[in-house]
């Protein structure tokens, strides 16, 4: 079977004038088949974030290959990465990023508005049906200054599923919250991840959280160190 997203052989420089780069990811190379729920892992500065923005498809590489679905993504022009990120990704990061102005039901069906220019009544059925799997059916149309930092980012995680993407990226998305709030977030995503069979590939620095996933890719100094499968899986 085509591994959902491939990555081989991927540099990332920086430009620092002068004449002068600094190299972030050193030839990195690794794959993510469909239903797989993956923690990367690694101390500050060793590219992680850099990795899961070119995953993301908001940051270009700089060499190598990177195949979604198959399909080279690369050589897309800028046009072409907004489409294929829209098409297959959906996105989860510390901060919520809600619109202050807008209910959880707006902020959720703000994908498909952004993807289709309108949202359908059934994609608005669908929003609502996301926030009630997360467990917002009663607060739906509260603004997130009226929700706690959990609630939030249930609205965050419903948002990122709505369209139903085959990969969702989580950029340290328990980093905000007090232990009983991200143990709550992290149950929520091992379960819309079993119920949707969604891939996850999650940022940490909470090693109880990656304990928790199926599979912990190390990254250090722009390398994978080390790349497992996990024995044991507690929800």
Do not use: W
Request: charged letters at 25%; hydrophobic letters at 45%; proline letters at 4%.
């Amino acid at each position: 079977m085509t591994p959902l997203i491939e990555l081989a052989g991927i540099h990332k420089s920086y430009n620092l004038g002068l004449a002068n780069e600094a190299e972030v990811l050193h030839g990195v190379s690794l794959t993510i088949d469909r239903g797989e729920f993956v923690a990367l892992i690694g101390p500050s500065g060793s590219g992680k974030s850099t990795l899961l923005n070119i995953v993301g498809l908001l940051e270009r590489l700089t060499a190598g290959s990177y195949r979604i679905q198959g399909e080279e993504s690369s050589g897309l022009d800028d046009a072409g990465l907004t489409l294929r990120r829209r098409a297959v990704l959906g996105f989860v990061f510390q901060f919520h990023h809600l619109l202050p102005a807008f209910s959880a039901l707006e902020n959720v069906t703000l994908p498909a508005l952004m993807r289709e220019g309108r949202v359908t009544a059934a994609q608005d059925e669908r929003a609502r049906a996301m926030l009630a799997a997360v467990g917002l059916e009663n607060d739906m149309h509260k603004r997130p200054g009226e929700l706690s930092g959990g609630m939030q980012q249930r609205v965050a995680i419903a948002r990122a599923l709505v369209l139903e993407p085959p990969l969702v990226l989580a950029d340290e998305p328990t980093g905000n919250l007090d232990r009983a709030s991200s143990d709550e977030v992290f149950v929520l995503m091992r379960r819309m991840h079993a119920q949707l069979h969604t891939s996850f590939l999650i940022v940490t620095h909470d090693p109880r959280l990656a304990a928790r996933c199926d599979r912990v890719i190390e990254l250090v100094d722009g390398r994978i160190e080390s790349d497992q499968l996990a024995t044991v899986v507690t929800e």
